[in-house]
Structure formats: structure tokens, C-alpha cells
Nanobody, 120 residues
Framework: QVQLAESGGGSVQAGGSLRLSCLAS????????LGWYRQAPGKQRELVAS???????NYIDSVKGRFTISRDNAKNTVYLQLNSLKAEDTAVYYC??????????????WGQGTQVTVSS
């Protein structure tokens, strides 16, 4: 069993930066595909950024060039660096690990979420 715990959310002004961290328990971390998702009020949860076991990354168009996902297998941690934040980035951000496909929302392991609020 893997447990994930996010940290690093908060409130910033537009144009600011935050760094989210997600610490995993257990020894399976290096085998997981990892993703950061977000869910804004009244909207569906969406996959924002992903990094697979090999370290290949992927982003949705709206965050390309502003967000960076990375992983440190030695620390069992996945990060999401958020730069040039916009009001529309406001959401609860979740990390998830799975041996399956990240675009399918079922299965795998989820963190409890961390709130990011960007004021314009």
C-alpha cells in the first residue's frame, strides 16, 4: 500500500510561484507513474502534468512553459513547480501514483489534495 501526502499549497498573487511536493510512503515509488491533477469548483478533475517511471514528462497546453514536474526516487517525492501563476490556476491540486494509465482516474493512489489560490 502506498500513501501520498501533498504539501506546499497556499495563496499567491498572479505572476507568483509555488512549489508543491508529494511524499509517498512505501517502497514502490520508483515503479509508479506519477501525476499532478487539479480540480476547480464546479469543474472536473484534470491531469495537469505527468512523469512516468522513465522520467518522461507531459503537460496540458495551458501550463506548458509555466509548470514543471519532477521526481526524486531517493526521496520518494514528486514535485510540481508552478511559475507565472494565473487566477485560472486556482484549484485543489492532487498527486497520484499508479502502475497504470494516468489519464484513467480510477485506481492507483491519491493524496488528500492541497489548495492553490491565485488572486489577480
Amino acid at each position: 500500500q502506498v500513501q501520498l501526502a501533498e504539501s506546499g499549497g497556499g495563496s499567491v498573487q498572479a505572476g507568483g510561484s509555488l512549489r508543491l511536493s508529494c511524499l509517498a510512503s512505501g517502497s514502490a515509488f520508483s515503479f509508479l507513474n506519477l501525476g499532478w491533477y487539479r480540480q476547480a469548483p464546479g469543474k472536473q478533475r484534470e491531469l495537469v502534468a505527468s512523469i512516468n517511471r522513465r522520467g518522461d514528462t507531459n503537460y496540458i497546453d495551458s501550463v506548458k512553459g509555466r509548470f514543471t514536474i519532477s521526481r526524486d526516487n531517493a526521496k520518494n517525492t514528486v514535485y510540481l513547480q508552478l511559475n507565472s501563476l494565473k487566477a485560472e490556476d486556482t484549484a485543489v491540486y492532487y498527486c497520484r501514483g499508479t502502475i497504470g494509465v494516468l489519464t484513467a482516474l480510477s485506481g492507483g493512489y491519491w493524496g488528500q489534495g492541497t489548495q492553490v489560490t491565485v488572486s489577480s
